[in-house]
Structures are given as structure tokens and as C-alpha cells.
């Protein structure tokens, strides 16, 4: 394993905490570079509230060091009503690892939370993560299952989705 990522902490919403939040992963990054591994935290909608001007996303971001991977939940950014492919391109090099979660925004008509069929600019999200993002895993996650599917026929149709826009 080279990647620790947290998926949640109540401190990083919290103005105060989550500065100290950003410096013990600063810190972490440090002790794990020399091992040849990385730190990061994993965005839910909570992390797109904002602080004055910046989503704390954003101040996480400014916050901690290069080194400390900003692994976005594209479903959930979306979700929280930002463009995963704009937070992807904000932050060069600091998507390491990028969760390719199918998501249906309210009012579109048609659309399956399945990879290719959701409303996610998921071309744009592979580009963007191939040039800038300095991505190495892509984790597709379903956590919902459309028309009354299994999780392994979801999974296997997201599959077929990540094939095509991964070429």
C-alpha cells in the first residue's frame, strides 16, 4: 500500500480544527515520502461548504503541501454542485488517485448511476486527470444500483462505461 487516504474528518470542516487538521498531514507526508508513499483525504459534498470566499476543500488545499493528495469523490463533488474536471485542473498533480463514482444530478431525465450513463463529464475527467492530475488509480465506485440491478450487474455495465472513455 503507498496511498493512506481519510475519508472523513469532522475537524475539516471546522474552521479552526481544520488547520491543525492540514498540518498533521503535512507532517504525515513528510514521514511517508522518504518510504515512497503518500497521504491524502477524500472529499464527501461537507468538504464544498465554505469558510468566508473558499470551500474548505480549497483551504486543505492551500493548506497542505504538494505532496498530500486531494483524492476526489467526482460523484460527490458534482453532488455538492462543483465541476469535478475544474477541481481536478485547479490542483495539478494532486489527484493521485481519483474515485469515478457514477452520479445522477437532480432533473436529468434518462440518466443511470452507471459509469457513461450518469451525468458526469467523465471524458473530460480522464483528460483532465491524464494530463494535469497526476493521477495513478482510478476507483470506481457504485454505490447506487439503477433498476432494480445486482451490485456485480452495475458494476460490470460501470466497467464497460470506464472501457469506453478510457479507450
Known amino acids: 500500500c503507498r496511498f493512506l487516504v481519510v475519508p472523513s474528518d469532522r475537524a475539516f470542516t471546522d474552521p ?4 491543525a ?16 508513499m503518500a497521504c491524502g483525504y ?12 473558499k470551500t474548505f476543500w480549497d483551504l486543505f488545499a492551500e493548506r497542505t503541501n504538494r505532496d498530500v493528495i486531494l483524492q476526489q469523490d467526482c460523484g460527490w463533488t458534482m453532488a455538492a454542485g462543483f465541476d469535478p474536471v475544474e477541481y481536478v485542473k485547479k490542483y495539478p498533480g ?7 463514482k457514477p452520479t445522477v444530478k437532480e432533473g436529468d431525465a434518462g440518466k443511470k448511476a ?10 473530460g475527467v480522464y483528460s483532465a486527470c491524464r494530463k494535469v492530475g497526476g493521477t495513478e488509480w482510478l476507483v470506481v465506485e457504485q454505490e447506487t444500483y439503477p433498476d432494480g440491478k445486482s451490485p456485480m450487474d452495475c458494476t460490470r455495465e460501470s466497467l464497460a462505461g470506464l472501457r469506453k472513455i478510457t479507450g
Request: net charge positive.
Open 16 to 19: 479552526e480544527k481544520s488547520k
Open 21 to 36: 487538521l492540514a498540518e498533521s498531514f503535512n507532517r504525515a507526508s513528510e514521514k511517508l515520502k522518504p518510504l515512497g
Open 42 to 53: 477524500h472529499n464527501h459534498t461537507a468538504e464544498f461548504k465554505k469558510d468566508g470566499d
Open 94 to 100: 494532486r489527484t493521485r488517485t481519483t474515485h469515478f
Open 114 to 123: 452507471i459509469l457513461g450513463q450518469d451525468s458526469v463529464d467523465w471524458a
